[in-house]
């Protein structure tokens, strides 16, 4: 009778499970793409190439360190380690802390950015951050701290607007959310970076702030099939140091000159109003003629439901304000945003005469971390297929599902203000 009874128990937690994977299909881009429910965007799956993938990269939301194990990091390592400025130290706390650290302000020997929002570098032979960008009465169109479990609804309105942007997804997140990951270069958007564990880099060790951005590529190439090579550093904290590892690792510094402040709204005081009056004034500078010879950049988030929710209710009057909102790739011509050379973004002539669309398509499908996806050229649209085996070896069954995700994580916001009320 027991038998009975817990066969049958059995077999309805069959049928019900049958049914739930009917309703959400989390194994694939397009089955997770078409997922509404906020909590179950939110739900933690297994996906086997990032999921078996975790040993070989550190663990999410730590500082990440580079790994013993792993050889191609190492090599990177010490291949550019003689590049990098030896008379900068790391500056106050990971969590933006500056109590304790003095630093000539006035001068800003080392150009860090939190303090003076210095882009051109001091020290010779390192590339200049991008802040700003060519082409006026154009907004390059950005959002930080992707992806987000529960974006779909701000993709299918960017998508609905034939509108493109650069996602600088944070590694960890990446981990979390492979599939959303996976969306951003289905859609057509440019993938950047923003760090493993989003701190503040120019307090880490110089080890450790390439382990950041290193593993945050590894992790994008590992489950979209394609290395970014962009960066957006945290908070805008970026000095001469960090700058060196990350032209070392062929990423561009991407910053901005305005901000919305939307990943502020209830710390501090920040008030939805303030936001809104920050979108106005970037708005503004546009109508009043401000990006007239130069176009602008402003900082925006897919961090949470309500900064997207702002950036699909500006979008109209951005849409006004500029003649062009364009990702941030194609703003600046770059039409191969990617390690991989069989994708590639429009330029900016071609993507404003209205091909918007990106071409190549890309596959992690069983290729080591370090390897380049195979490619099926396709004539438009990008496709982005994974599902292979990762860097771990061999999918294993679905059954036992480590949940990597779930944790979400707590931004140390508000931590640029307590710099700029410090040591200034
Ligand atoms: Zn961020």
Known sequence: MRHWSDTR??????????????AQDRTTEQGEAQITDPNQECAPY???????????????????????????????????????????????????????????????????????????????????????????????????????????????????????????????????????????????????????????????????????????MQAIKLVTGVTPTSWRPPFGDVDDRIRAIAAGLGLETIIWKYDSNDWRNGVN??????????????????????????????LTHELNNYTMSEAIKFYPQLQSAFSHIVPIGV????????????????????????????NGSSSSGGSSSSGSGTSTASSSTASSSSGGSGSSGSSKSNGAAIAVAGVTPVLVAGAALLIASLAL
């Open 269 to 298: 005081g920040i008030t939805p109003a303030d936001v809104d009056a920050d979108y106005g004034y970037f708005i503004s500078n546009s109508t009043s003629g401000t990006f007239n010879t130069v176009g602008g950049i402003m």
């Open 9 to 22: 128990t059995a077999a309805l937690l069959v049928a019900s499970l049958a049914v739930l994977s009917f």
């Open 46 to 216: 297994f996906y086997a190439p990032s999921s078996n993938a975790i040993n070989s990269f550190p663990p999410i939301w730590t500082v990440a360190t580079l790994l013993a194990s792993d050889t191609a990091g190492q090599a990177k390592w010490n291949s550019i380690s003689a590049s990098i400025p030896t008379d900068i130290q790391p500056k106050g706390q990971p969590n933006g802390s500056t109590i304790g650290v003095t630093y000539d302000t006035v001068n800003d020997p080392d150009c860090w950015w939190t303090i003076r929002q210095c882009t051109t570098p001091k020290r010779s032979g390192i590339p200049s951050d991008i802040a700003s960008i060519p082409e006026p009465k154009t907004m390059g169109y950005a959002f930080d701290d992707g992806p987000n479990c529960s974006h779909n609804a701000f993709y299918d309105f960017l998508a609905s607007q034939n509108q493109k942007a650069t996602m600088f997804y944070i590694g960890s997140n990446v981990m979390d959310w492979p599939l959303e990951a996976q969306r951003a270069v289905a859609d057509g958007h440019e993938i950047g970076a923003h760090t493993w564990s989003h701190r503040y880099m120019t307090a880490l060790s110089s080890q450790d702030a390439f382990a950041e951005l290193w593993y945050t």
């Open 331 to 358: 703003a600046l011509n770059k039409t191969q945003p990617y390690v991989e050379t069989n994708y590639s973004l429009p330029s900016f002539s071609q993507y404003v005469g209205g091909t918007t669309a990106t």
